[in-house]
Every structure is written in C-alpha cells, then in structure tokens.
Nanobody, 124 residues
Framework: QVQLVESGGGLVQAGGSLRLSCAAS????????LGWFRQAPGKEREFVAA????????TYADSVKGRFTISRDNAKNMAYLQMNSLKPEDTAVYYCATKALYSGSWFPSQIDRWGQGTSVTVSS
C-alpha cells in the first residue's frame, strides 16, 4: 500500500508562490492516480487538482486553473503542486491523495489513501 507525506506548506504573501510535495512510499505508487485536496477552517474538503498515473492527464478546480500546476515523478515516488499567484482564499490544509482510477471528477469519498496534510497560509 502507498503511504503519503506532504511537505512544503508555510506562510506566504498574496501573489507569492509555494511548491507542495507529496512523497509516497511503496512500489505501487505509479499505478495510482493522484489528487490534491484542501480544507479551509470551517469548510468541507474540496478538490484542487489531479493527475493520472503517467502524468499525461490533469484536471483542476476552476478556482485554481491557470495558477496551480500538478505534476509527478514516478521514478522518485513524488508528486508536486506548484501554486502561483496565491490568494488569501487559498489558505487551507492541503492533502495529497490517491485512488485507483483517474477520472475528471474527484470526491473525497472516492479516495483510497490520504496524506496527513500540510498547512498553507496566504496573508493579504
């Protein structure tokens, strides 16, 4: 089974950038589709971005499209979320997650495995 550990969160000013990393353990990482979700205080967990097993297909929430980029390096068992032009409303705990099959729609109920999350705070 895949274990996921996020890193790279922190405090950044509006307009700044951060790159989140997701380190996966286990030899089966490349078999899974991977997604990033986030959860702001008092709100439900929401989908941010996803990528298929090969990296050839991606999908994004409308709120981050054009600002965030998801990628993965299966040789290193790593996935990334490059976040540019950050806004205060991007403040949340960010989680990476896996599921068996890539699709255009991602919901928390579909997820097989979650990381522990990394906190991102964007100040205005």
């Amino acid at each position: 089974q895949v274990q996921l550990v996020e890193s790279g969160g922190g405090l950044v000013q509006a307009g700044g950038s951060l790159r989140l990393s997701c380190a996966a353990s286990g030899r089966t990482f490349s078999r899974y589709a991977l997604g990033w979700f986030r959860q702001a205080p008092g709100k439900e967990r929401e989908f941010v971005a996803a990528i298929n097993w090969s990296g050839g297909m991606t999908t994004y929430a409308d709120s981050v499209k054009g600002r965030f980029t998801i990628s993965r390096d299966n040789a290193k068992n790593m996935a990334y979320l490059q976040m540019n032009s950050l806004k205060p409303e991007d403040t949340a705990v960010y989680y990476c997650a896996t599921k068996a099959l890539y699709s255009g729609s991602w919901f928390p109920s579909q997820i097989d495995r979650w990381g522990q999350g990394t906190s991102v705070t964007v100040s205005s």
